[in-house]
C-alpha cells in the first residue's frame, strides 16, 4: 500500500511559478514509477507528467513541455512538480499517482492516487 498526500497548490497569477509535492508513505516508494495528472472541472483527468522509479526517465505531456519539471527524491519518499511560466489553462485540481509497472500517461497504468491539490492560475 501507498499512500500519497499533494501540497503546494494555490492562486497565482499568469506567468507566475508553483512547485506542487507528493509524499508517499511506505518503504517502497522507490518502486513505483510517479505521475502528475490533472482535472478542471467538466473536463476529464488528463496526463501531465511521468518520472521513473529512478529518476532516470521522464515523460511529459506536449501542453506543459518546457514549463514543468518532474523530479523526485526516493530519500524523502517525495515526487516534486515545479510549474513555472503558468498559464490560466493549467487551472486544474492536480493528483500525484503512484504506479508499479510501467511508465506512461495512461490513468489505468496507476495504482495509487492522491486526493489532489487545487491550481487556479488568474489572467
Known amino acids: 500500500q501507498v499512500q500519497l498526500v499533494e501540497s503546494g497548490g494555490g492562486l497565482v497569477q499568469a506567468g507566475g511559478s508553483l512547485r506542487l509535492s507528493c509524499a508517499a508513505s511506505?518503504?517502497?516508494?522507490?518502486?513505483?514509477?510517479m505521475g502528475w495528472f490533472r482535472q478542471a472541472p467538466g473536463k476529464e483527468r488528463e496526463f501531465v507528467v511521468a518520472?521513473?522509479?529512478?529518476?532516470?526517465?521522464?515523460y511529459y505531456a506536449d501542453s506543459v513541455k518546457g514549463r514543468f519539471t518532474i523530479s523526485r527524491d526516493n530519500a524523502k519518499n517525495t515526487v516534486y512538480l515545479q510549474m513555472n511560466s503558468l498559464k490560466p489553462e493549467d487551472t486544474a485540481v492536480y493528483y500525484c499517482?503512484?504506479?508499479?509497472?510501467?511508465?506512461?500517461?495512461?490513468?489505468?497504468?496507476?495504482?495509487?492516487w492522491g486526493q489532489g491539490t487545487q491550481v487556479t492560475v488568474s489572467s
Open positions: 499517482a503512484a504506479a508499479g509497472v510501467g511508465l506512461g500517461s495512461s490513468p489505468h497504468l496507476y495504482d495509487y
Open positions: 511506505g518503504r517502497t516508494f522507490s518502486r513505483y514509477a
Open positions: 518520472i521513473s522509479w529512478s529518476g532516470g526517465s521522464t
